[in-house]
C-alpha cells in the first residue's frame, strides 16, 4: 500500500487535492500505480456530498463545493485529519463489505492506540461516541441526549476503483468548524474530537496509526496484480 502523504505540506486547497486525487484513481484503475492512500489536511472548507439537502445550510453565506462522494454536508480544516482510500478492490465489488472495512479500520485504531470507545451506529456512517446515562444506556434507548460523530467517512466507486474516504477530527477549534451548517444533515447529533474525548495524539502519529489499519483491514478486499 502506497501512501501518499501531503501533511509536511501543511494546509492544502480542497480543489488541489481533489484533483491529485482523481489522477491517482485512474492510474491505480489502470494498473499503473499501486493502491494508494492519500493523506492531508485541508484549508477550511464546506464540502456537499451527493445526500445533501438544503435545510442542512444554515448560513447560505458560506462557499460550499459540492462533490461526488455519498453523504450530505461537511467542514474540512486545520485539525483535522483526512485520508482517501484510493484502491481497486476485487470484482464483483461488495460496497457494504469496503464500507465496514474502512469503519473498522477508523475503530479500531482509536480504541486500540488511544483507548476511547467509539463504535459504529447502525444506519449512521461513520465513527460516533454515544451518549450514555448514568446507567449505561444510550441515546436510542432513553430518547435524550446525543450521540458525537468523530469520523466521517463518505466513499464513491467507480470502476471497481475507489474514491474520497474519511475525516477524522483530531483537534479543530470547534468555534470555527462546522458552523453555520447542521453536520452531515443530522440535526439530533453532534461532533467531537480525539482532544474533546482526552486523547491528544499529533496529526502524524494518527495519520500512521489510522494508515496502518487501513491497510489491514483493506488488504482481503483489494484486486491482485497491485499491491
Request: net charge neutral; charged share 20%.
Amino acid at each position: 500500500m502506497r501512501i501518499e502523504n501531503l501533511l509536511k505540506r501543511g494546509l492544502v486547497k480542497y480543489e488541489e487535492v481533489d484533483q491529485l486525487q482523481r489522477e491517482i484513481w485512474a492510474a491505480v484503475r489502470d494498473g499503473i500505480q499501486d493502491h494508494t492512500l492519500l493523506v492531508a489536511q485541508f484549508e477550511p472548507t464546506y464540502t456537499a456530498g451527493r445526500n445533501t439537502h438544503e435545510v442542512d445550510l444554515l448560513n447560505k453565506e458560506l462557499p460550499v463545493i459540492r462533490t461526488d462522494r455519498a453523504g450530505s454536508l461537511t467542514w474540512h480544516g486545520p485539525g483535522q485529519l483526512v485520508i482517501y482510500p484510493l484502491v481497486k478492490l476485487r470484482e464483483p465489488v461488495d460496497l457494504i463489505a469496503y464500507i465496514r472495512a474502512v469503519e473498522a479500520a477508523v475503530v479500531d485504531a482509536v480504541r486500540d492506540t488511544w483507548d476511547v470507545p467509539v463504535e459504529t451506529i447502525k444506519g449512521r456512517a461513520g465513527v460516533w461516541m454515544r451518549y450514555r446515562d448514568a446507567a449505561g444506556r444510550t441515546a436510542v434507548q432513553r430518547g435524550v441526549g446525543q450521540d458525537r460523530k468523530l469520523c466521517a467517512i463518505g466513499l464513491k466507486v467507480v470502476q471497481a476503483t475507489t474514491l474520497h474516504g474519511l475525516a477524522l477530527n483530531i483537534n479543530p477549534d470547534f468555534s470555527n468548524a462546522f458552523t453555520g451548517i447542521i453536520p452531515c444533515g443530522l440535526a439530533d447529533a453532534g461532533v467531537t474530537s480525539l482532544f474533546e474525548e482526552g486523547a491528544y495524539p499529533a496529526m502524524n502519529q494518527a495519520a500512521a496509526v489510522i494508515t496502518g489499519q487501513l491497510a489491514k483491514k483493506l488488504q482481503p478486499l483489494l484486486a491482485t496484480g497491485t499491491s
